[in-house]
């Protein structure tokens, strides 16, 4: 996470000694251990707001939103602690991290926190730097007199001593404590508080140990494992010959995961031993009850990946991430964790004491069973894990290298593995997508912030053949996208898995998937009779980018496109190279460019598209060059082109375009004279002209569009007179008039209106809003919120 994370301190303007007010002591009653309640979770009390509409409290929630080019802040001076110990529990909505010690207004304050953005972070951080999204933490700062230390979820970030922060940070606003929100990026605060400590305070204050053991909500169990050293490889009476360090307690499944967790977070159960299983029979007499805590397995390692992303989104634990475990830290809990005697490493097998023969009555191996069994049926290691011996391989978050290709890691041993196979420090070897009834998993759940030994990004996938491709195909439909999605889970580590599809007469039709991970699309190769194709991204928040990965479509060369009718790809890289494969669907109906690097040149492609019904393209790279491909396409009924440079000399090729239903022109260089070219749609529903240079002589060009619902003239020229064109239209539910010269309101009157957008002026507006009884939101808030703030605090009488 940036300085925090990094140990370093941050840079920060000049220091301005401007006089702030006098602290005072904190208010409130401090509870029996001596915490103040910073924050009442009603509203911003004791606080100072700088961006005051940035700030809301919401379910006892504070909530702070930054905005480009500034952020907000909340400051307080409620306390005259020289030593204290602060904490708050917060979340952000992206990716993010966390600063100390910035400026706000000018002064330099030592005890400021700065979220921000991983987008905008300086320098920019790694993945494995920044805070997750959506997942509560609890960040702490101490000063005892001698040290300012820093926590997240009780581990210590950084321990700097004061005397380095009185330099760096002049002591003009000691007493000042900031919480500020910069950029574009939301965070929620809860538990603010604080409380003083004693002047002999040791120099750092002793972390609270983590519990013994965790359940999550799903009822999986963990056992901590305390960070140490140890030495690991050794056995049969040889030494271990590699010493490892882990530098912070981790929790480790206390079992395998079983069959009932892995459909609960899945949906579904794949083992081999289960009911339904091709080793159902091996499994018959075994009751529900216990079948159910049976180890999940046939799972592959992309399979395991999947699990510990849904597991992640569904629990959201509070600053904490579930994964795979490093083969380094497996071994290390197999070992029992820390090792002060490098002797106790020469030994095979570590239960509840290190032993060179594992007998039947330890574990599950050597086919003594012949299958699985319940998880927790043999004695645990001494830290009270079960079945590190034997049962079933449990997949690791590592690989190696080898001669015909990369295999991933796992440890332990399984049912029908041999006694050797078990040892500690024996590794198993699986192809990436292996799925077997002897390997399942075991998962690590870390700190966020915690460093993963030895942790890897597996290698790229190997290349995507024709081979896979006829293998694939030959397939039934469903079968063919169920191999798709794994192959795209398998090239583009964080994508979801998620694959929205159609079959008809046998054939997949229709395939969506969100690429805001995906990069690598070769496996789409496999469908030869797409009629829709989306591989969009998502908006940002403010909807100026998007998040789509997907640039490159080289993969997608010497498809058959012949049948597609749509292609989305909003809010991705793809650019004019890309387009180029699509150059012969000449059947299109819907192209879908939504803030892309496409260019005209790219626009090119489609010249021979004459049958589209939906064009929509935003982006500053297209101009009237580029939609001039589009000239013979009289049947369009979505034609949005905001945010292009197109003027009116390009709208003349839509001239002829009679069935519009929805025109969006916003930020473009049209005028009057260029929406002349649409006075014959009668039809239109939507139009948007935010933001360019029509005036009232414009809108009379829709005076026959008596079915208009959606209407945006936000910043023209337009005045009573252009709005007074619309005062009949019985279906207009939505209009945005902000930053017109419209003053009158009084036309709005009769029209159905349910949101309005508008320059709102209290004494001259309100009485003709509220005759308005069809207003759901005005500028973007619901009537009571409004009007609430239109009035004011209520006053005693």
């Given amino acids: 996470m940036t300085h925090l994370f990094r140990g370093q301190q941050t840079t920060h303007e000049p220091i301005n000694p401007e006089i702030v007010p006098t602290p005072v002591a904190a208010k409130g009653t401090p509870d029996a251990e001596g915490w103040v309640q910073l924050f009442n979770g009603k509203d911003l009390e004791g606080w100072n707001v700088h961006g005051p509409e940035k700030w809301r409290v919401q379910d006892k929630i504070l909530v702070g939103t930054g905005t480009l080019p500034k952020g907000c802040a909340v400051t307080t001076d409620r306390f005259d602690y020289r030593n204290f110990h602060f904490r708050f529990e917060a979340k952000i909505n992206k990716a993010g991290a966390c600063r100390y010690g910035r400026s706000v207004s000018g002064k330099v304050c030592r005890h400021m926190l700065t979220f921000q953005s991983k987008e905008r972070m300086t320098p920019p951080g790694s993945d494995s730097e920044v805070i997750p999204a959506d997942m509560w933490f609890v960040q702490e700062v101490i000063a005892d007199g001698k040290y300012m230390t820093f926590r997240i979820n009780g581990q210590t970030i950084l321990a700097v001593k004061e005397a380095v922060y009185n330099n760096a940070f002049p002591d003009y606003n000691s007493r000042l404590l900031v919480l500020s929100v910069a950029d574009d990026i939301e965070v929620h605060f809860r538990k603010i508080e604080i409380k003083e400590l004693p002047a002999s305070s040791p120099p750092l204050a002793k972390e609270e140990p983590l519990p013994p053991t965790f359940k999550n909500g799903i009822g999986m169990e963990f056992v901590i494992v305390p960070k140490g050293k140890s030495w690991l490889g050794g056995g049969k009476d040889k030494l271990g010959d590699r010493e490892v360090e882990i530098p912070a307690d981790f929790y480790l499944g206390k079992y395998e995961v079983t069959q009932e967790e892995w459909e609960k977070v899945m949906g579904e159960n794949p083992s081999f031993f289960s009911r339904t299983g091709e080793g159902k029979d091996a499994v018959k007499d075994v009751s529900d009850a216990d079948l159910k805590r049976f180890p999940a397995d046939s799972v592959s390692w992309d399979q395991c990946q999947l699990f510990v992303a849904k597991l992640n989104k569904l629990e959201k634990d509070t600053g904490w991430v579930y994964r795979l475990p490093t083969e380094a830290e497996w071994e290390y809990a197999c070992r029992g964790g820390p090792m002060s005697d490098k002797l106790d490493s020469a030994f095979d097998f570590y239960l509840a004491k290190p032993t060179n023969t594992l007998l039947p009555d330890l574990a599950n191996f050597d086919k003594g069973l012949n299958r699985t069994c319940k998880v927790g049926s043999y004695p645990p290691n001494r830290l009270g894990l079960y079945d590190m011996c034997g049962n079933v391989w449990e997949f690791c978050d590592n690989t190696r290298q080898r001669p015909d290709g990369t295999r991933w890691l796992g440890r332990g041993g399984s049912w029908r593995a041999n006694p050797r196979d078990c040892q500690a420090w024996v590794l198993g070897l699986a192809p990436r997508g292996y799925r077997d009834e002897s390997w399942g998993l075991r998962l690590a759940r870390v700190p966020f912030g915690a460093p993963s030994p030895e942790a890897k990004t597996p290698p790229p996938a190997a290349a995507f053949t024709d081979a896979d491709v006829k293998r694939i195909a030959a397939l039934p439909a469903e079968e063919q996208v169920e191999e798709v999605r794994k192959e795209l889970v398998r090239r583009n580590p964080g994508f979801d898995g998620q694959v929205e599809h159609k079959i008809e007469d046998a054939d997949v039709t229709e395939l969506r998937i969100n690429t805001d991970k995906v990069t690598d699309v070769s496996p789409i190769r496999v469908f030869n009779a797409l009629r829709v194709l989306d591989c969009s991204g998502s908006p940002t928040p403010d909807w100026k980018r998007g998040n789509g990965l997907l640039a490159d479509l080289t993969p997608l060369k010497g498809m058959d496109f012949s049948h597609l009718l749509e292609l989305n790809l909003n809010w991705t890289k793809v650019d004019d190279a890309g387009l180029a494969y699509f150059k012969d669907c000449k059947n299109l109906r819907n192209i879908q460019l939504f803030h892309t690097p496409v260019s005209d040149a790219g626009l090119a492609h489609f010249k021979d598209c004459k049958n589209l019904t939906q064009l929509c393209l935003w982006g500053e790279k297209v101009s009237d060059v580029g939609v001039a491909y589009f000239k013979d396409c009289k049947d369009l009924t979505w034609l949005k082109l905001e945010s292009t440079q197109v003027s009116d000399a390009g709208l003349v090729h839509f001239k002829d375009c009679k069935s519009l239903a929805d025109l ?125 703030e239109v009035e004011g605090p209520a006053k005693d009488q």
């Fill in 664 to 788: 969006n022109l916003s930020s473009t260089k049209v005028t009057d004279a260029g929406l002349s070219n649409f006075k014959d749609c009668e039809n239109l529903s939507t139009l948007w002209l935010n933001d360019t240079q029509v005036s009232d002589a414009g809108l009379a060009h829709f005076k026959g569009c008596d079915n208009l619902t959606n209407v945006g003239l936000a910043n023209t020229s337009i005045t009573e007179t252009g709005l007074a064109q619309f005062k009949d239209r019985k279906n207009l539910i939505n209009l945005n008039i902000r930053g017109t010269k419209v003053t009158d309101l009084s036309l709005l009157k009769g029209l159905p209106l349910k949101s309005l957008i508008c320059d709102f002026n209290a004494d001259r507006d309100a009485e003709i809003l509220r005759s308005i009884k069809t207003l759901e939101t005005i500028n973007g808030k619901p009537m009571k919120e409004f009007w609430k």
